[in-house]
């Protein structure tokens, strides 16, 4: 079954990674902008990341027959540092009109820290200024709750700003009917360990519905699967979910909230 | 805000998935075992697990959601700095903990 990986690191992941989503039927993947690992010293430096995100990535895995999307941001990370944070931002518009840009993301909070936030709102402002898509990545662990209620409401600040406009990122139990009910999308983020499992997935697709709700694997240079959202699609069947409704959140959820953004045009499968 | 049918009965879900339940049930109790046989004091990280396992034992629903939420942090208002980047998976400043 066709699925879209709406969330994963591509440049940190090998060719290999390409051909086994490609075997397992991903068409699209979507790659936000994210942390190295390290602190980039520079703007110079996420200037040529973001090259390669929207250059020399789709090319890789055109390779593959997969289209790659990206969104373009500095991450909550590398916020701390106000002036590298104003620098960087100066150059993103110049990427917002490259063919594969989603929009902007993944922003968000990593600590619940003054600077992070006051960074998070300056990139939404530019969102609202470019009408752009905005994926938001909320903090880890102990930290997920506090920022997921400070991002919303930061959010209400920015009228420009429609919540459909914005999907939240790495929602569990405690934090998915706040953002749906905020009118949100939201992702839930497959992790082995530190944010949740197939199983609990599909949990919180029988407690909460599917409407506005889809899944990624958000796989990186860490401990991440990039095969998960198929793996999380054989539970569903498992549980006896219809190939409809698993249609549905792989492929026709990632696809009605991506096709806001004004590059997306997904290459539609005759069969 | 139920809105997706369920398909399996409690024998249907016990067939599914409780040898996996089993097996991290035994691998919880080792680790309990583990940091009991341990040395020196524990940190809060023990301490918020510790808070969180009546959770499993009694009569109410959405565990999980319960138990994510023992170990968030509670307050409200942004922090003035970020030291480090990780979390350690339970909220350190417990003031009934003492720490």
């Known amino acids: ?271 | 805000m139920h809105s997706q049918e369920i398909f399996m009965n409690k024998l249907t879900v016990s067939d599914h998935y409780f040898m996996e339940a089993r097996s991290k049930l035994l691998d919880l109790a080792a680790w309990i075992d583990r940091m009991q046989r341990a040395n020196g004091a524990a940190d809060h990280r023990w301490h918020g697990f510790s808070d969180c396992l009546p959770i499993l034992t009694d009569d109410q629903p959405e565990k999980t959601r319960r138990i994510l939420e023992q170990l968030s942090d509670p307050t409200a208002e942004p922090i003035d700095q970020a030291g480090e980047k990780g979390a350690s998976g339970a909220w350190p400043g417990n003031p009934s903990r003492g720490n």
């Open chain 1, 1 to 271: 079954m066709r699925y879209i990986e709406p969330h994963a690191h591509m440049v940190s992941r090998t060719t290999d990674d390409y051909e086994r989503l490609a075997l397992a039927d991903c068409r699209i993947v979507c790659e936000p902008a994210f942390w190295a690992g390290f602190d980039r010293s520079s703007a110079q430096g996420f200037f040529d990341y973001f090259r390669q995100l929207t250059g020399h990535e789709p090319l890789r895995a055109a390779k593959y027959g997969i289209q790659h999307y990206a969104w373009i941001c500095l991450n909550p990370k590398e916020a701390e540092d106000l002036v590298l944070a104003r620098e960087v931002l100066a150059i993103i518009p110049e990427f917002l009109d490259q063919p594969n840009v989603l929009g902007i993301g993944e922003i968000g909070l990593n600590k619940n820290s003054r600077n992070e936030l006051a960074v998070f709102h300056d990139h939404v402002a530019l969102a609202e200024k470019h009408q752009q898509l905005i994926l938001v990545h909320t903090p880890h662990l102990e930290d997920k709750l506090k920022g997921t209620r400070i991002i919303l409401d930061a959010l209400r600040e920015h009228p420009g700003i429609k919540p459909e406009q914005v999907l939240i990122d790495h929602v569990e139990e405690h934090t998915v009917r706040r953002v749906l009910d905020a009118g949100h999308w939201a992702g839930i983020t497959l992790y082995p360990q530190s944010k949740c499992s197939l199983a609990r997935a599909v949990d919180m697709f029988e407690t909460c519905g599917m409407e506005r709700l889809w899944m990624n694997s958000a796989c990186d240079w860490g401990v991440s699967d990039p095969l998960a959202v198929p793996k999380a699609m054989r539970e569903m069947r498992m549980r006896h979910f219809s190939e409809t409704d698993i249609q549905r959140v792989v492929w026709e959820n990632p696809r009605r909230f991506l096709s806001a953004a004004r590059h997306f045009i997904p290459v539609e499968p005759t069969s």
